[in-house]
């Protein structure tokens, strides 16, 4: 073998030497308990959702993913779980809403005189953690933003489940953060078009604001109840 091919193989092989070293060294970088000790813990917060507008299992599925989604990202795991409609939760402990477990309820066509026209969603802060805080949302306006009339100006190619999942953090939000609207991010009020293209893009969210806050919330709220009731 020449001198020149020598070569070649010796820096092939030390380049691919040096990617293994690299990579090796990433990963040990990212595993680092310094690190992993720097990350903050998630905040579990319990809701208990009433669906009351018969919103597909599916579709509604995939709302609770996004709203999951959203507070995953300023640190709050959230635990959905599903309210029998027909009364029999209310013999059953195991129903039974706990001190500062949130309870939200979608609602069809008869809706309550604060949900009327346009209004997608309605929440009763609690001042401090107990049974009874609370949210609406109507499911007639969550329907009516994504399927706009035909003289709207800008194409909406946004889902229902997508609106509902913004709807959803955007009223649980409330529940921590109390009344109040921002002036961008989903805590915004009215969405405009380029608000709902975010919600497509799963691009609308907390701001970092309101994500501190959130989070402070998040830890008072669990710090006076006990352990989530279970997931689904």
């Avoid at 066509?109 to 953690?129: D, I, K, Q, S, W």
């Amino acid at each position: 073998m020449d001198k020149i091919a020598q070569s070649r193989l010796w820096l092939a092989t030390y380049g691919q030497a040096s990617v293994v070293a690299a990579a090796a060294a990433i990963m040990l970088t990212f595993s680092s308990p310094t690190l992993l000790a720097a990350a903050k813990p998630h905040v579990p917060v319990t809701i208990w959702i009433a669906n009351y507008a018969k919103v597909p299992r599916r579709e509604l599925s995939w709302a609770e993913r996004i709203a999951g989604s959203i507070f995953h990202d300023v640190e709050i795991e959230t635990t959905w779980l599903d309210l029998p409609l027909e009364g029999m939760h209310l013999a059953d402990p195991k129903y039974d809403i706990r001190q500062g477990e949130f309870f939200l309820r979608i609602l069809g066509e008869t809706a309550p005189r604060l949900l009327r026209g346009e209004t997608v969603g309605y929440a009763l802060p609690c001042a401090v953690p107990k049974i009874g805080c609370g949210a609406y949302i109507s499911y007639p306006a969550v329907e009516a933003l994504a399927y706009p009339s035909v003289d709207t100006l800008a194409a909406r190619e946004v889902s229902k489940s997508e609106i509902l999942g913004a709807a959803i953090a955007h009223e649980i939000g409330h529940l921590l953060l109390g009344g109040g609207h921002s002036s961008t991010g989903i805590m915004k009020s009215p969405w405009n078009e380029l608000d709902l293209r975010g919600v497509a893009c799963h691009q609308l969210n907390f701001t970092p604001g309101e994500a501190k806050h959130l989070y402070a919330a998040a830890q008072r709220l669990r710090a006076s109840i006990g352990s989530p009731s279970g997931k689904r």
